[in-house]
């Protein structure tokens, strides 16, 4: 294993970004996102690279998210144009994973949140393991479900994406697959020999006629069943509760359901960020109507404003920098959070929207 932090390389037609920062959880930081866009674009023009595939080393994590130190060390030494920077460029290269021109495999082999779930769950094939662990836990750190979660949470069955969005749920392979945000599952000690299998396959599978074709072939080959699903049983649960309009009504809804799980998730929604959970609640409901493209502007809106406010650094101070502490949250309660606030967060910047190459 090399010091880079992020590897490249080409075997057989596919190019593999690799992940290789695994005591920080292979944590996406600006220095990463700089160095795969580019190379990205070069083998998008380059006809002698078929695919793109993206791993993590080890099997603790893929990429459990953004660089939230750098972030929250910006935030409070007033350093806006780090700040503009990182999130303007992350939701570029995510943008850059869900219009790739050729197949894009990401293999989710750990832990995936936030920044991990942004440069994987955009791409042509989603490949989790026994180890994957998914979720998007913004809204516990006082920030919102981001990375494109405004376009591809609301496409989940039912009110799925709102449960995830809100509550940071982990969801494990057969979850992540009913929810539709994997494509396979394949167990970890075959991910080597899939990942060669994937680099032979326009050889191997020449009469299928395109590279796309071939790929779903062999990856449907390695597919293995993950087993039942938890949020398959429950989804008329969630879509009782978490089809509401709004946080209030879904927290009336889980009060008024006599399951254990229910309370379970009333306990955990009290915990997060009362603003964080009125602007998510919004954002969801919004991207259910937007293209990818009007999605990452909404982000990148709300990312300005967050860093910006009182939640997001105190919740990284909570939870990360000092970490076992209880954040305190400001509004307190959804009660006091001011709707005209809220609406703030989703108004035009005045330096203008995000652009895209």
């Known amino acids: ?24 959880l292979n944590a996406l930081t600006l220095s990463k996102i700089r160095l795969i866009a580019p190379q990205l674009d070069a083998w998008a023009a380059d006809d002698a690279v078929h695919a793109v595939a993206i791993t993590g080393e080890g099997t603790k994590a ?31 290269l995510n943008r850059r994973i869900k219009t790739y021109p050729k197949p894009y495999v990401a293999i989710m082999d750990g832990i995936t949140m936030g920044g991990g779930v942004g440069v994987s769950v955009h791409g042509t094939y989603r490949v989790a393991t026994e180890n ?54 394949v167990p970890s000690h075959a991910i080597p020999s899939l990942l060669q299998a994937l680099g032979e396959a326009e050889r191997d599978l020449s009469d299928v006629g395109d590279y796309h074709s071939a790929m779903t072939t062999v990856l449907d ?8 699903s938890a949020l398959e049983e429950r989804q008329e649960m969630i879509d009782r509760c978490f089809g509401q309009a709004s946080v209030e009504e879904i927290l009336d809804a889980l009060k008024d359901e006599d399951a254990v799980w229910a309370a379970e998730q009333y306990a955990v929604l009290a915990e997060k960020s ?36 009182h939640d997001f650094p105190e919740g990284i101070r909570a939870t ?23 609406d703030g967060c989703f108004a035009p910047l005045p330096e203008g929207d995000l652009a895209f190459d």
Not at 67 to 81: C, N
Not at 221 to 228: A, K, L
Not at 279 to 294: E, I, P, Y
């Open 1 to 24: 294993m090399s010091d880079a932090e992020v590897e490249f390389s080409v075997s057989n037609g596919v190019g593999r970004i690799h992940l290789n920062r695994p005591k920080a």
């Open 62 to 92: 893929f990429c459990a998210g953004g660089d939230i130190r750098a972030i929250h060390d910006a935030i409070r030494g007033g350093d806006s144009a780090f700040l503009a920077a990182f999130f303007a460029e992350e939701y570029r």
């Open 132 to 185: 994957t662990v998914f979720a998007m836990p913004e809204t516990g750190i006082g920030f919102f479900p981001d990375v494109g979660g405004t376009y591809f949470l609301p496409r989940c069955p039912g009110a799925l994406g709102t449960f995830l969005g809100l509550s940071g749920a982990r969801l494990n392979a057969a979850d992540a697959l009913y929810a539709g945000v994997v494509t396979h599952h």
């Open 221 to 228: 080959m390695y597919h293995e069943d993950p087993g039942h």
């Open 274 to 309: 009362p603003m964080a959970l009125k602007v998510a609640c919004r954002q969801l409901q919004v991207g259910r109507h937007v293209d990818f493209d009007r999605a990452m502007q909404i982000e990148y809106r709300l990312s300005q404003r967050f860093c910006q406010g």
């Open 320 to 342: 990360i920098i000092e970490r076992g502490t209880t954040p305190e949250w400001s509004p307190a309660g959804l009660d006091t959070v001011d709707a005209a606030a809220v």
